[in-house]
């Protein structure tokens, strides 16, 4: 048996050995040749192929599309026109009045969106952070309790967007409830104020388990002795949350910001299916008006479309940037 | 064991040799949305057709109507795209249709049958054989004959205006408790019927969109009313942004508006959904100042120029447009036939037993001579998509107070004029 075994493995491994003692020679030669770090970049090389041929190839082409113009898609079908696209997206009689504006629907995506990521992050970390807080306490039930949070996070974000609408319709869950309460039932929906608070609502609850999974995590590594002499020292409960929790949970708080930030200005696809931008534009996010443009209106504007993700990954870079040299300081002045 | 040996060499022999027989069967894929039954009716005539034609495979790929307004035009604006497709959006794609007359057996057959409607599908001044329409259609009315009679209100009669119908409806609604009093779908192409009747017309002389007119200001203003009033059902036209498509016939199925505005299409639908749950009658397209128009179109299955098959592709093309077929397909699916042979030998034997069913036929047969010939130019007219764009998005800002009607109508006209200037650079 130990015999078959040793042959099978034998067997599965030959292809790879064979690969390995084809790429040994070369391999060596090179590591003479450049040292440590020639090797490093040979192991690097296969990543950043897969990089550069589904991200940096496709963000050339996208600005490349950007200053094109026409309906066609393939490239050889559309007509140069150099920063146009860029001009009718910000072109505006009145920067305060967006009706003014040439492209009108993508200052109110912008607003729209600014709005949503400003309530959304916010509202996200914090309760995130709560609930790592507690998950991180030793509770009963905290691994069911752990599993419960991070199960929206598996749902498909189609599943997520209609499993609320089912809640918020006219004849949803919702309505049976006030409805059984004795309270007039509501068109949630159709209400601006209730509309955009059910797109901040959903996607929090949507992706907070996997922002509170990196929080727990940061939680967790924090040494348990800092606690324990803090206890001893009889320090509060507060000043021990500012103290040794907020301080040492810094970096993952940082990778937190930046993610939600990030997933905050794409939001599309709950939001989509949820409110499919309104009532009227109130719930247009840019995604949407991204994809509206460039792939749902009957007569497509790819090149629009192009200049205005190109911009919007331009402000994603801005904001990332900006948030990592905070924190980055932050650490500093700590370390200092 | 020599005797399993020899089974296992018959099988692979036997294997590889249906596997060389199926490559050399040639794949035809047809993209197909239903609005009812007429899935199932499409497969069950292909079925047949393969029978007869062993060599093509002809697979029927069902998608959402969404796939076809959405998903095609990118594939096929890269060269992509099924072999076949059913598609409503005609002309404004007619430069991927595939041209027939050189594959199809008798061109002179196609244009005798088909002909009045290839320039919906085909550029200007071409003479291609695209495909064929599968059905005519016409925007029009249904009503809840149920739900009034429970209010104990009179149905509108023929040459009854908007403003009597939802007059009537709001009675309905009112006595009846329902959620609002009509609905018609969130969609450029439907309230374009209503805009000829008071008197809009999109075409300028030199065929380029003519600026908003009057005639559309009208009934825009008449929809905006009615849905600040809470007699639009605002779940299908102020709940989306931009130019999404959203039907109202779900609402209509669930009794909870007493006159739903859609079109000839729905019949199936209804009658399959709706069952003898409640008694409905089609209206016809009610009346504004200028008429009582609905609007013409329909459902075209054309022959993609992508394909690799095009002989293939034309002999499940010729089968599908044969009077035979399609007067099944049209029977069964309840379909308005768009077939001259069909339309003129008569006698259809529509297969369904709704008493429902037949005088809704009827009804839409006799509102097809009220087009106004406004409408009836717009299903082959380039920019009417860009209209229809306009219309949907700057009407359900309106609706949804964040412009108004007179913003809208600027707005539009500057929508239309960025459409055909982006489409000419």
């Known amino acids: ?336 | 064991m020599k005797f399993t040996m020899a089974s296992f060499a018959a099988l692979a022999v036997a294997g590889f040799g249906s596997a060389a027989f199926a490559q050399d069967k040639v794949e035809v894929r047809v993209m197909w949305y239903s609005d009812g039954i007429e899935g199932e009716v499409m497969q069950d005539l292909l079925d047949r057709f393969e029978k007869t034609h062993p060599e093509i495979d002809v697979v029927l790929d069902n998608v959402a109507y969404q796939v076809i307004q959405e998903q095609l035009p990118i594939q096929l604006a890269s060269g992509k795209g099924p072999d076949i497709a059913r598609v409503t959006n005609l002309k404004e794609q007619a430069e991927h249709w595939l041209d027939l007359r050189d594959y199809v057996e008798d061109p002179a057959y196609w244009e005798a049958n088909f002909g009045d409607r290839f320039d919906w599908m085909r550029p200007d001044g071409s003479d291609a054989i695209p495909g064929f329409m599968t059905q005519l259609t016409l925007t029009g009315g249904f009503a809840n004959k149920t739900l009034f009679e429970q209010a104990g209100v009179e149905m509108p009669g023929d040459g009854a205006t908007w403003d009597d119908w939802i007059a009537a409806s709001k009675e309905v609604m009112e006595s009846q408790q329902l959620p609002a009093a009509f609905a018609i779908d969130r969609s450029g192409h439907r309230i374009s019927g209503p805009n000829a009747s008071y008197g809009a017309n999109y075409i300028g002389d030199d065929r380029m969109p003519a600026p908003i007119d009057d005639g559309t200001m009208t009934f825009a203003s008449k929809l905006v009313d009615w849905t600040n009033q809470g007699l639009m059902l605002p779940e299908v036209w102020v709940s989306a942004a931009g130019t999404t498509y959203r039907a109202a016939a779900d609402d209509f199925i669930n009794a909870q508006i007493p006159f739903y505005y859609s079109g000839s299409w729905q019949i199936a639908n209804l009658s399959t959904k709706i069952g003898d749950a409640f008694d409905w009658v089609a209206t016809g397209s009610p009346c504004g100042s200028a008429g009582c128009s609905g609007l013409a179109g329909g459902a075209a299955l054309v022959a993609i120029k992508y394909t690799r098959h095009p002989e293939e592709v034309a002999a499940v093309m010729d089968y599908l447009a044969s009077e035979e077929i399609l007067r099944e397909f049209t029977e069964r699916t309840l379909f308005l036939p768009a077939h001259k042979g069909v339309v003129e030998a008569g006698g259809l034997n529509f297969q369904s037993d709704d008493p429902n069913v037949a005088p809704a036929l009827d009804k839409f047969i006799s509102a097809s001579t009220e087009t106004l010939p406004f409408a009836d130019a717009l299903p082959a007219w380039k920019w009417a998509n860009a209209y229809y764009g306009a219309l949907v998005t700057r009407i359900s800002q309106v609706m949804a107070g964040e412009i108004s009607l007179e913003e809208a109508r600027t707005l539009m006209d500057q929508d239309i004029a960025d459409q055909v200037s982006a489409a000419s650079q």
């Not at chain 1, 064979?18 to 296969?46: C, I």
């Not at chain 1, 729209?112 to 996200?124: D, P």
């Not at chain 1, 509501?186 to 949507?206: I, K």
């Open chain 1, 1 to 336: 048996m130990a015999g078959f075994g040793k042959t099978l493995g034998r067997a599965v491994t030959w292809p790879l050995t064979l690969v390995a003692r084809a790429v040994d020679p070369p391999l060596r030669v090179w590591q003479r040749w450049t040292g440590t770090g020639g090797m490093a970049a040979v192991f690097l090389a296969p990543n950043l192929a897969i990089f550069g041929v589904f991200v940096l190839i496709p963000l050339v082409l996208n600005f490349v599309y950007s200053m094109t113009g026409g309906t066609g898609i393939l490239l050889d079908q559309r007509s140069f026109i150099g920063m146009e696209q860029y001009g009718r997206l910000l072109e505006c009689e009145d920067y305060t009045r967006r009706i003014t504006c040439r492209e009108d629907q993508f200052w109110t995506a912008v607003t729209n969106t600014a709005t949503f990521v400003i309530f959304q992050v916010t509202l996200m970390v914090t309760v995130s952070l709560i609930t790592a807080l507690i998950l991180n306490r030793n509770i009963r039930g905290r691994g069911f309790f752990r599993a419960v949070f991070f199960f929206p996070v598996l749902l498909s974000p189609v599943v997520v967007g209609l499993i609320w609408r089912w809640i918020l319709q006219r004849q949803g869950l919702l309505n049976l409830i006030t409805v059984n309460l004795g309270l007039e039932p509501e068109v949630w929906l159709n209400d601006r104020f209730y509309a955009f608070a059910a797109t901040v609502g959903v996607s929090t609850w949507a992706h907070m388990g996997f922002y509170t999974l990196i929080l727990l995590a940061g939680l967790q590594a924090i040494p348990r002795d800092l606690y324990e002499a803090a206890e001893m020292d009889a320090t509060p409960p507060m000043r021990v949350f500012r103290r040794i929790t907020l301080p040492l949970l810094g970096p993952n708080f940082a990778v937190v910001l930046v993610l939600a930030l990030i997933r905050g200005v794409q939001i599309f696809d709950e939001v989509y299916v949820l409110t499919g931008g309104g009532p009227g534009t109130s719930t247009l996010y840019l995604t949407q008006y991204i994809y509206e443009v460039g792939f749902a209106s009957i007569l497509r504007n790819p090149g629009l479309a192009a200049a205005a993700s190109i911009l919007m990954g331009a402000v994603l870079v801005v904001l990332t940037l900006l948030q990592l040299w905070f924190s980055r300081r932050a650490e500093g002045r700590r370390a200092r």
